[in-house]
């Protein structure tokens, strides 16, 4: 056997991987991984053509020589780790790795002593390969066999969601070859397979790239361009569409780092897709942006649907805005829908981050509150709308009786309850600095005052006040809470009679 003739044996072999070894370096869908798994796989293929070969040779030998002893168990063994590399490619190994290694690991020693212990095949001393007085002779297609029905149930379940002519094509060629294998095994036709895995190889290589461009990396959905696609091809499907929006991934990412924020998305991919429904397709279509199409379905199924939906998430640490609408049958126009659907989801949006927001600032205002409970100081808080506009006033217990009063029936939360006791030559003043404390939306300036104001008693008294304004995102007022404390004594006079 001369180099040459082993070349010219695995010219097409040779050809295809050396064009697919090229063509890798081109890739800009598949992951780094994938592409040095893919590397590694025609690796393995070259080297199961280049031991064959060799076998073959050492099969011409009046001889039995310890490289057939070795060589061939080495070769059985390679055809499922092939495939075991193939389904590295797409990651369907993720969990459990160790568990889809384990037939090769514990299959391994068998072959390589069956030499000696006859359980599947061993040589005779002129060479000749003889099989087992059993089905055990069959041993390592069945090893093999195995692996190529677990490829097909993970490629399967992986793909569920894609499209079928893609699935297809990949099943079918796997299907043809490992019949073919089957008839050769039938009738003992000893054939080289290396060729067959090539063009297997670049098959399921080409399926695996055309699906691969129709996901997004990251959470495995569809992606932005299959979602525009499907939007034409699917439209007169199409019976409802769902926007959805995350909340809060940049503040995740800032303060815990883009791994927590990439986490963020996989699990809120996940809690969307959880469901068994059918006819619904998940894309993610931009950073935290996410839409949902259902195809034949009613109203009351997707509102069902949302409802899962929020439930899987509200197990979660993570939150999502939701806006849907229906399909107008009479004018079928799927990107109208969906504006009409993302409207919604900004209002639920809005609403939401209104409502954390105003959490966030009940647990100040709590905490604020205990603080002037035992500093035996005053409180008062002001409310805001969304357009910035004062809608509630809040004067506590303290704030009331350091004043004078008893309850809200003498003393209304209402802002004139307060500054219509202003001394005259300070309410102006007071006022202003009130108002500005307000309007002023870079957040710099605090309220920050000394004033008199007359108690029930008709005294004036001398006051220090605080304020501190909680603002939304964009800056409009949210919250204004503060404290005064009786600083009349400070001031070095008694309460003067009004």
Known sequence: ?????????????????????????????????????????????????????????????????????????TIYLLHP???????????????????????????APVLYTSQWTHLIYWFSDDNLYVGA????????????????????????????????A????????????TVGVTLHVIYGIDEDYSTLFASLLLIYYLSLYVLTSKEDTLTHLFNRQCYYADSKRLKDQITAVVSVDMNDLKKINDSQGHDAGDEALKTVADCLTSGKMKNKKVYRIGGDEYAVFYLDKTEEEVRKDMEDMRANLGRTKY????????????????????????KEMYTNKAKLKDTNERRIAAHKEATIRVMHEALGSGMWGMEFDEAGKMISVEWSPEFRKMVGYKDENDFPDKLESWSDLLHPDDKNAVLKEFRDTINDYSGHKNYDVEYRLRVRSGEWRWFHAIGRLLRRENGVPLSYVGMFVDITDRMGVNGVSG
Not at 17 to 29: A, E, Q, T
């Open 1 to 73: 056997m001369s180099v040459i003739s082993l070349i010219l044996a695995n010219y097409i072999l040779i050809a295809e991987l050396m064009g697919l070894w090229i063509m890798l370096d081109s890739n800009v869908h598949l992951k780094r991984r994938t592409i040095k798994v893919t590397r590694i796989v025609i690796i393995l293929i070259f080297a199961e053509a280049l031991f064959w070969g060799i076998e073959r040779w050492t099969r011409e030998i009046g001889y039995l020589t310890f490289t057939r002893i070795i060589l061939t168990p």
């Open 81 to 107: 780790i092939i495939l075991l590399g193939i389904m590295e490619m797409a990651e369907f190994l993720k969990k459990h790795r160790l568990l889809y290694y384990l037939p090769v690991i514990i299959c």
């Open 133 to 164: 007085d059993s089905i055990l002779q069959y041993f390592p297609y069945f090893l093999f066999l195995l692996y190529v029905i677990l490829f097909v149930g993970l490629f399967t379940a992986r793909y569920a969601c894609f499209g079928s």
């Open 166 to 177: 893609e699935r297809k094509g990949t099943l079918v060629s796997i299907i043809a070859a």
């Open 319 to 342: 939150e999502c805005a939701f806006g849907y609408e229906m399909v107008n049958k009479k004018d079928v126009d799927i990107d109208r829908t969906m504006r009409i659907a993302d």
